[in-house]
């Protein structure tokens, strides 16, 4: 499974997996895959803890720090976002229309959800993120590639939601660090390439998160042949080895892959979300603006469902819909522990259409050998078929 990417990276196998968990991360890169750690619910100096830890866990294994620097979220042309700090979040939060609100509190009495306690404080383990999410602006990015780069065994940056700035892939250059983005269309694609990205990650809209609407199949050989020879990771509905020799088949230099990583023994992932993601087919995964005001690919919940309703006043724009709901998230979160409790019905999580085949945790070393030996057996099997061909012809 050795392509240029291994030795680019010094990994064994191009297996790149996106995780929020450090310990996923850590895991995946010790068993001579890329794990990527997804920056956007740290703070920069919750980042610098994780980061560290991983340092610490990993030996002399590189890994990657992926950011969200949207090209485009509300009130970007007149600066705001630019800082990624608390002023910011006091502006943006002006700009959230008080019929959202009032939505928000319908849905969580319905569930019987309670208010917070007075002077509670933020759990890490409980949905929410970082409170204010600024993670998704460009200032919140920029925070977090500074820490980033701090990192010596940072090998990768990697940028969701369009290029990063021209000045941070510089930076990041100059760090002797790849640039990676993600993106769901060809014009996205050569506009990165355009930007002095290294990597594209082309992701199907099968991807759990952020996704647009091409499927994988289509989408990886047409991002291919427009960006060649800048290399491609194939993304979206990759859990298996078989999926992946499909995508190097379309000419993938390796896989990117998020889901499959959400049910692995390391993830931190609450063992409610992860019976429910045990137990949830293709079609549970569906596109929503529930969470970040973008399509984003999340486990079919309540919460979404309650968001496609007649008399929901609808989604905000990035970052509005997320900080609109952060709070009503660590409710939920807290609400959900109680046994039998209403409000278990609104949990979930993004997650993508692989879902189905996510059945039982396993260790990440595990699903890593899993990918390795059935893509073997798979590529041998296409072998075999040349090889009849050749002993009829
Ligand atoms: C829970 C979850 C959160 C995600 N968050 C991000 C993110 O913050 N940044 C990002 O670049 N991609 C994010 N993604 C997308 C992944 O990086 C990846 O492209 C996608 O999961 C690949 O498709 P798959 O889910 O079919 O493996 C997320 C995916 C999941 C499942």
């Not at 790149?16 to 100096?45: I, K, M, Q």
């Not at 050989?221 to 379309?250: K, W």
């Not at 486990?299 to 997320?322: F, H, I, S, V």
């Amino acid at each position: 499974m050795r392509t240029d990417l291994c030795d680019l990276f010094g990994i064994d196998v191009p297996i790149f997996a996106f995780s929020h968990c450090r310990d996923v991360v850590a895991a995946v890169s010790n068993a001579g895959g890329l794990g990527v750690l997804g920056a956007l619910a740290f703070s920069p100096e919750q980042l610098e803890i994780e980061c560290a830890w991983i340092d610490e866990n990993t030996g002399d294994k590189p890994y990657g720090v992926d950011t969200v620097m949207p090209m485009g979220h509300i009130g970007k042309e007149t600066g705001l976002g630019k800082k990624g700090g608390k002023e910011d979040a006091i502006e943006f939060k002006k700009l959230i229309p008080p019929e959202v609100t009032a939505w928000i509190e319908t849905v969580l009495e319905e569930y019987e959800v309670p208010r917070l306690e007075e002077g509670y404080e933020r759990d890490p383990s409980v949905g929410g993120g970082n409170a204010g999410l600024l993670g998704w602006t460009e200032g919140g990015g920029r925070n977090h590639v500074e820490v980033a780069l701090h990192h010596e065994r940072v090998k990768l940056l990697v940028n969701a939601l369009g290029p990063p700035p021209r000045d941070i892939i510089e930076l990041a250059h100059q760090h002797g660090v790849k640039v990676a983005a993600l993106t769901g269309t060809v014009d996205h694609a050569l506009r990165q390439k355009e930007q002095g990205v290294d990597i594209i990650v082309a992701q199907g809209t099968e991807a759990g998160g952020h996704t647009g609407d091409i499927g994988s199949m289509v989408l990886l050989p047409d991002i291919v042949d427009a960006v060649s020879p800048t290399p491609v990771l194939g993304a979206g509905g990759i859990a298996s080895g078989r999926q992946a020799a499909a995508a190097m088949a379309l000419g993938a230099q390796g896989i990117w892959t998020g889901s499959v990583w959400l049910g692995v023994r390391e993830s931190d992932v609450s063992p409610l979300v992860k019976d429910k993601l045990f137990h949830a087919g293709p079609r549970d995964a569906v596109r929503s603006r529930s969470l970040s005001g973008k399509p984003a690919r999340l486990l079919r919940t309540a919460w979404t469902e309650a968001w496609e309703r007649e008399e929901c006043p609808g989604t905000l724009p990035m970052p509005l819909q997320y900080m609109a709901c952060a709070e009503a998230q660590t409710r939920i979160g807290l609400a959900a522990r109680k046994e039998g409790a209403k409000a278990r019905e609104l949990l979930g999580m993004p997650v993508g259409q692989v879902v189905g085949r996510m059945t039982e945790e396993r260790s990440s070393a595990e699903v890593i050998y899993e990918f390795i030996d059935e893509f073997v057996e798979c590529v041998a099997k296409l072998q075999g078929m040349l090889d009849a061909a050749e002993t009829s012809s």
